[in-house]
């Protein structure tokens, strides 16, 4: 059993059921795994991250290495704990469909009727203008795998360029990180993509993404 605990953090308005795959994956391949669930519309992206690291760092056990793995807004949710709070023994992070520069399509359905009630605080602040700007680069060894097929044309008409229908490949780039890599896949349903899961742990293992 290796003596390393992998932090899985799920998107907006999705619950920790949405990376099971992943999680049962990690699980096989000797990993510790908190699959950490929160209500991502409950709070902001600050109050957030102070609530739910903590939550999952406390179930670490003593002495392990700890990576990360994050779905769209849990990339942030990280970014915004790392700004002001150091993780003792932090591996690899690998980031799936990350907003690391805003999202568009924030930016034009934020004001929309709805859009709070099905976001919360925490969606609003995902626009290009957004917490996001504030967070700086990666100052931690990171890998960032991007989609590019949408399963909604209605919403990849609001991006410009390659995207996953919800986040522009290139909005998924950070300065500081070590890798990225661009699949054909999906912002909902990537992390239960097998290629994905794969690219995961490789990264994890390796530090680099199996091209």
Known sequence: MKRETVILLHGLARTHKSMWKLARALDKAGFHVIN??????????????QQVLPEALSQVKAGHRIHVVTHSLGGILLRQYLKYHPIPLLGRVVMLGPPNQGSQVVDKLKKLPGYFALNGPAGMELGTDGIVTRLGRANFELGVIAGSRSINPFLSMLLPGANDGKVTVASTRLK???????????????????????????????????K
Not at 36 to 49: E, H, P, T
């Open 176 to 210: 500081g990180m070590k890798a990225h890599l661009t699949l054909p896949v999906t912002h909902p349903m990537m992390m239960q993509n097998p290629q994905v899961i794969a690219q995961v742990l490789h990264f994890l293992l390796f530090g680099r993404f199996d």
């Open 36 to 49: 950490q669930g929160y209500d991502s519309r409950r709070n902001d992206i600050a109050s957030l991250a």
